[in-house]
């Protein structure tokens, strides 16, 4: 959106998971805790009492991550609750005259509380987080809330269906009193893998953004669109066909992951329209794809992923996620009878 809505960092892929498969996880069921960050109703009894720690070393000097952890009670919902930031950084402080005025921080938080449920005899779960965000740059802040609401189809096949809405809500207070209120991006998506019987392979594909067909970034400089925002040069004429694929691909990101043993896996995903958005005009990169590995040993699970955006750099991201209850941990998530 150019900068035209606010609170922009709920929208990068938190857990490493989720950053190796393109940028979300909210079609996969299973027993890790990080995969509720992208659908709230993949919570299941299976996370009980697990905690992640998410950290991503993002382009330059800027970082996020996250803290989640998971409870279930008996015959009501499993709960999740955890804590995001994106950190921007010190800057220096300067007036009008270019006098330094010392340093400032900027950052973003979000505190999220979720619940979940499995619909009793059925294949079907049912869950929602509620956001409470909080930006402070400098002498401003703005406040906020959000909530996500998900549906999941999930059975014995190894096939999943989720869809979700993320981020219906908006700005209580914004950063100038003398301003308008920002707007929040919205988003619903639609995801689907499946784990291919007797091989060891997640075929993952998910639809970002049903709602909007156009996601093309318009300049507001540019109301008529004939200069490219990023070459500065003319745009380039697009047949209707041209234009039709190139608007239809945006919204795709395909993803898998391979499942070598039940300790260790591989992953790998392509996002269309990061890629799309990144890619230089004059450079051969690989944009838009992101790839990571995940293994575990006794009750920790490790997982990291690389994700590639242009040469202005790439972010990495490293999990760490445990099990604080005294019992083993079950193997293997729940399905559907």
């Known amino acids: 959106m150019g900068g035209q809505t606010t609170f ?46 998410n950290f991503c070393k993002y382009v330059s000097d800027l970082n996020y991550g996250n803290v989640a952890y998971a409870y279930h009670v008996k015959n009501i919902a499993t709960f999740g609750a955890g804590i995001q930031y994106f950190n921007y950084g010190s800057f220096d402080k300067r007036d009008e005259y270019d006098v330094s005025q010392g340093k400032f921080n900027a950052a973003d938080y979000s505190l999220n509380l979720s619940a979940a449920r ?16 909080y930006s402070h740059y400098d002498i401003y802040s703005a406040w906020g809330s959000t ?8 059975n014995k096949h190894n096939l999943t269906i989720s869809l979700i809405a993320k981020n219906i809500g908006g700005v209580w207070k914004p950063y100038s009193s003398n301003g308008a209120k920002e707007v929040i991006q919205s988003d619903v998506q ?20 049903l709602l909007k067909w156009d996601l093309t970034y318009k300049s507001p400089l540019d109301e008529t669109n004939q200069i490219d925002p990023f070459t500065n040069q003319p745009a380039k004429k697009l047949t209707d066909a041209d234009r039709f694929f190139d608007q239809f691909g945006r919204h ?18 392509y996002n269309f329209r990061q890629h799309l958005e990144m890619v230089l005009p004059d450079r051969a990169t690989i944009s838009g794809l992101s790839f990571g590995f995940g293994f575990a040993v006794n009750r920790f699970k ?20 445990t099990n604080l209850g005294a019992y083993t941990v079950v193997k293997k998530a729940p399905v559907a009878p």
Request: proline fraction near 3%.
């Open 147 to 154: 909530i996500d609401l998900g549906f999941t189809y999930s």
């Open 190 to 209: 639609l995801g689907v893998s499946y784990k291919v019987k007797k091989a060891p392979f997640r075929l993952i594909v998910i639809y970002d953004q």
């Open 252 to 269: 795709w990101i395909i993803a898998s992951e391979v499942v070598l043993t039940k300790n260790f896996n591989l992953r790998i995903g």
């Open 118 to 133: 499995r619909l009793k005899d059925t294949c079907f779960s049912v869950g929602a987080t509620l956001k409470t965000i």
């Open 302 to 321: 490790f997982n990291y992923s690389f994700t590639s955006y242009n040469q202005a750099g790439n972010s990495h991201v490293f999990s760490l996620t």
């Open 8 to 53: 922009r960092f709920l929208d990068l892929p938190m857990p490493a998971r989720a950053a190796a498969l393109g940028g979300t996880s909210m079609s996969i069921w299973g027993d890790d805790i990080n995969l509720y960050f992208s659908n709230p109703a993949l919570l299941n009894e299976y996370m009980v009492k697990q905690l992640a720690v």
